[in-house]
């Protein structure tokens, strides 16, 4: 037996302590937030590379001659018109549209999807799927504890995969597709998939194979630039590419309109939380905004952002931004208060500092 | 420059060096890992008084937000300009370098030895 309130380490947990590394609770995972200098993290994967173990996200696997059927019905997306070998950002929501995860599926073989869930909604995801299942044939395997994830992500992030794995289609695999390699006479699911806003790679392998797999990384990333990268890094570029984190952006009394991810519901089909989508936000709903000020402060979640002396929003992240030097913020703020360019404030701990409204994300890689 | 055995300390992460009157205070090695890159500090005016227990000052990281507390009672002499304009020095040498500020103090409040602190964060 596992004592719950003991945090789960990764099979990499050995790899990271030889690193270095410190270690944060998140979502019941013991998990890296730095190894040297989260800054230093951050600029390698804008500049060089960065390897990640994200082992803590939740694998599920869908097979079955229904499984497309029962994807389109259990999640936002049209996930039949994702060919086979391609990857698809959607959503899962409650009955009411509101979101109780957002996901990853790779459609990786043929009647098979991988759905790649936050750690911290495992359990939720599962249910939620085994519930919608009745009546469609397909099979659901959770593989959490199976497999490894690691992410490369950067520029140099193909050379160093080319270098570690052989991979057939490498040349031909754009961006969010996926395809298979081989390392160590294991195959493994490769997707050219991430969180930071930089061309990447994510590698899903078994545990027996992740270390050997983790050092073939670092050993041939060592020429380019590469290290090892934490939570805290992988957050702040996220946070700079605008791709919003469950819980701090995306929740279940969010509805995906006011989150921006109004183009990830497709309503050509039936779907659980359709009709709560159809009914859409009420009138006075809050949505989602990019926020950019001057300075050193910035506003962290939970901070109320001000328009005059009305409370018009709430911050749901923020950090100065390490690319471009200033600091921004996504924030949930009245729809008069949404338009960019409109002038607001944070309430940084008692004092006024001015943001501008932007249009997200914040950085954009050159393609 | 005192060793680390000379400072005493607080169970807010702050170290302080006494001089005659004068304490110089800084964040604890510990703390400065702990909220990982420094990226702003916000240090209290010199001339302004302070008092024991008292939020002074912020020290923000990519990551999160601490706060700097008074460790004694007086004014402050000396604000570090150099910490503050350059905050990774209190990453890089959060004992010497990265001192925060000075203050002039009359009475002396209980502070932690080296051994007392180090069993507080179980180093």
Redesign the interface.
Known sequence: MTDVTDPRHSPLHAVHESLGASFTDFAGWLMPVRYSSDLAEHHAVRTAAGIFDISHMAEIRVTGTDAAAFLDRALAGLISAVPLGRAKYSLILVADGGILDDLIVYHDRQDEYLVVANAGNRAVVVKALQDRSAGFDVKLDDLTDELVLIAVQGPASRAIVEATLSVPEMATLKYYACTSGTFADETILVARTGYTGEDGYELYVSVAHAEPLWRALAAAGAPHGLVPAGLASRDTLRLEAGMPLYGHELGLNTLPVQAGLGRVVNLTKDFVGKSGIEAGPAPDARVLVGLISEGKRAGRAGYPVMQGDAEVGEITSGALSPTLGYPIAMAYVDSGASAPGTQLDIDVRGSRVAASVVSLPFYKREA | MATKEQLQYTSEHEWVLIEGSTATVGITAYAA?KL??I??I?LPKVGSTVAEGTVVG?I??????GELFAPINGTVIEANDAAASSPELV?SDPFGEGWLIKVEFTELPSLLSFDEYTALTGA
Not at chain 2, 60 to 65: A, F, G
């Open positions: 890992e990982g890159d990226v702003y916000d912020e923000e990281s990519t990551k999160s937000v990453n």
